[in-house]
């Protein structure tokens, strides 16, 4: 379909280092029986010492870049969604484009929405594309997740991992895949569910020499986001199959965020919808927040889950809180 921003490539990394649930036995009061009950996850991967958002975000870069058959200099924008940046500045982005070699870039820009963070994005480079048929954009979802965990804490430090995904969109043409239509949404007064730096930023500066304190890190009300979590994406993905005059049978692979296997289970059940047709990695990559969503579509569409003429619908949901849903056309 003309006119439609075209998905170009796609790719995917994870670091190497695997943390099981038996290690983390090791760290904090759990087991792997609970978190596997409770969550689904069995392992997540995790940075290596010094590895930061924007090396993440490179490899991942590279390959969805050699996916598409381009060039580093074919970049015009850089969208990197992220709660986990290198630095404050330069941005992650910024980095991201001084590594890749990206030299005709005319914007590089962190996006902070938390995990909606990538779906955020995606629809930004919608917009981007509206205006400029002729950009080539990069969105990525990059996250290290465990910069920003608490590691005496088992509310939180069992349930993220780091990753990084991206995609490569472009102009639209009759051929490829593409991106139908994306929605959001955001609750500003629902953020004390998920804060994440609650000191060490602005409205709360270290003093020179402070001890880093727990604020400083994740910390989550569980129970009330899961339910949040279900219904604003149960929601969401609603409304975006209506206004395109769909249902979930028309719907070929659903992506949702992976956070938890039984918010996954739950959303299926609302929508009424099989987990069969549903793509879960969270047992293998805990919750990558900003790459969740790009990393489970990178990684399904090499695994050959995902054929031409397939409808994938993604949804996700976040600090901020955040929540976002787009359908892709393969
Ligand atoms: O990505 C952003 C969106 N993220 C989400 O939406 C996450 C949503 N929430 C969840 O995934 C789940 O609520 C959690 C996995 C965080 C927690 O699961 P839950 O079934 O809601 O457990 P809970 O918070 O109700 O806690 C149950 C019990 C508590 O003990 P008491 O108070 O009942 O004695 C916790 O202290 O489980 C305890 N607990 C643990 N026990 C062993 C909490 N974490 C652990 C742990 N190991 N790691």
């Known amino acids: 379909m003309s006119g439609q921003p075209n998905i170009l490539g796609l790719g995917y990394y994870v670091p190497d280092s695997v943390l099981t649930n038996p290690d983390l036995e090791e760290m904090v009061e759990t087991s792997d029986e609970w978190i596997t009950t409770r969550t689904g996850i069995k392992e997540r991967r995790i940075a290596a010492e010094g590895q930061g958002c924007s090396e993440l975000a490179l490899h991942a870069s590279r390959r969805a870049l050699k996916d598409a058959g381009c060039d580093a200099g074919d970049v015009t924008h850089i969208l990197l969604a992220t709660f986990t940046p290198d630095y404050c500045t330069p941005t992650s982005s910024c980095v991201l484009q001084g590594e890749l070699g990206a030299t005709r870039c005319q914007m590089a820009a962190d996006v902070g929405a938390g995990c909606s963070g990538f779906i955020y994005s995606l629809d930004l480079a919608r917009g981007l594309l509206a205006l400029d048929p002729g950009a080539t954009?990069?969105?990525?979802?990059?996250?290290?997740?465990?910069?920003?965990?608490?590691?005496?804490?088992?509310?939180?430090?069992?349930?993220?991992?780091?990753g990084a995904g991206a995609a490569v969109l472009g102009g639209g043409s009759e051929a490829g895949p593409y991106v139908v239509d994306a929605i959001q949404h955001s609750d500003g007064t629902l953020g004390?569910?998920?804060?994440?730096?609650?000191?060490?930023?602005?409205?709360?500066?270290?003093k020179l020499g402070q001890a880093v304190s727990e604020d400083y890190f994740i910390q989550m009300k569980g129970r009330e986001l899961f339910r949040h979590a279900v219904r604003g994406m149960a929601d969401l993905t609603t409304k975006l199959l209506h206004r395109n005059g769909l249902s979930t049978a028309d719907v070929d692979l659903f992506i949702p965020h992976q956070a938890n296997l039984r918010i996954i289970e739950a959303l299926a059940k609302k929508l009424g919808y099989p987990m069969q047709n549903i793509y879960v990695n969270v047992d293998r990559y805990g919750n990558t927040s900003a790459a969740s969503v790009i990393i489970a579509l990178s990684e399904a569409y090499a695994a050959g889950r995902i054929t031409s003429g397939d409808k994938v619908l993604l949804t996700a949901f976040g600090a901020g809180l955040t929540w976002g849903s787009a359908l892709l056309q393969f």
């Not at 996250?143 to 780091?162: I, M």
């Not at 998920?194 to 270290?206: C, D, K, N």
């Open 137 to 162: 954009i990069l969105v990525v979802g990059s996250e290290v997740c465990t910069a920003r965990l608490n590691f005496s804490d088992r509310n939180t430090c069992v349930l993220f991992g780091d």
């Open 192 to 206: 004390h569910l998920l804060p994440v730096g609650r000191e060490g930023g602005s409205a709360s500066p270290y």
